[in-house]
């Protein structure tokens, strides 16, 4: 504004060989050049938002099966490290999910077993734990839990589905989209912040803010690679605790997609078996 305003008193003790047709041709090509920067200002648009958020999900949900390796490495604030080792198998059915991940690795986790069922808009998620010999419902006042020790939650492990969140905006960069949204299901988070590659329509970067708008997590994922024509997925996501300076890393390998995954694998018989 201070420019505008200067540009406008210069003009007009200025020389009177700069005529009127001179002045305005200034103006417009100034308005041209401003034009970017307004195409880049954030869109209060819900049902764009969604339809971005709903293309990624789409993707995503695109591959009928995958069995992978994992390695989860959670670090303190100390900078003390613990590592664990997993197996995981995944099954969709048009909007409907399953998971199972059974650790491997240490002695003191092996058999430990999670199981996440999402199905007409239900979700359901159950962890067996071996030494007890039991098998536990997750309920909604638990959902906010540390999974396992790490810094991933029991709600950041279920399916995130377009319905359960509320799209407030949009902001379309020159490689991301960025889509800030509200979880009314959710006791963790007021909103959250989706950043996704404009090309591929992977989610890069999540961020997770507080009632008082401070960001208290940061999911960033990496390497992606190809896994169909359409669906990138990241090698390794890194989960960070912005509050207690912690973080925990999963990284995938050993992926096989569409292969046949018998249907037992997710039931509690499959949950307490293991591998």
């Not at 819900?46 to 959670?74: K, Q």
């Not at 071996?130 to 638990?142: D, K, N, Y």
Request: hydrophobic share 35%; glycine share 6%; aromatic share 12%.
């Amino acid at each position: 504004m201070y420019f505008f305003r200067t540009f406008l008193i210069s003009e007009t003790f200025s020389s009177e060989r700069k005529t009127p047709m001179k002045i305005l041709y200034t103006l417009l090509v100034l308005l041209f050049i401003s034009l970017p920067v307004f195409a880049q200002e954030r869109i209060t648009d819900e049902e764009e938002a969604r339809s971005i958020f709903e293309e990624m999900d789409e993707r995503r949900n695109s591959i009928e099966t995958e069995t992978a390796l994992m390695n989860m490495v959670i670090t303190d604030s100390r900078g003390r490290t613990r590592s664990r080792t997993l197996q995981s198998w995944t099954k969709n059915e048009g909007d409907n999910s399953m998971s199972l991940i059974i650790f491997t690795d240490p002695g003191n986790v092996r058999g430990t077993g999670f199981l996440t069922i999402s199905e007409d808009g239900d979700q359901n998620q159950r962890l067996y734990l071996p030494s007890v010999g039991r098998i536990q419902t997750i309920g909604a006042s638990e959902r906010g839990d540390r999974f396992m020790g790490s810094d991933f939650t029991y709600e950041d492990l279920g399916d995130q589905h377009p319905d359960d969140f509320e799209f407030e905006w949009l902001e379309i960069g020159e490689t991301h989209y960025t889509i800030r949204a509200t979880k009314p299901g959710s006791d963790q988070y007021a909103f959250v912040e989706f950043d996704i590659i404009k090309e591929t329509f992977a989610l890069e970067t999540v961020r997770y803010f507080d009632d008082s708008e401070t960001m208290i997590k940061r999911l960033e994922a990496e390497d992606f690679e190809q896994i169909t024509d359409r669906f990138w997925s990241p090698v390794k996501m890194t989960m960070y605790d912005l509050r207690e300076d912690r973080k925990t890393e999963l990284t995938w390998s050993d992926r096989e997609v569409n292969v046949a995954i018998d249907d037992w694998r997710f039931t509690e018989r499959g949950l307490r078996r293991g591998i």
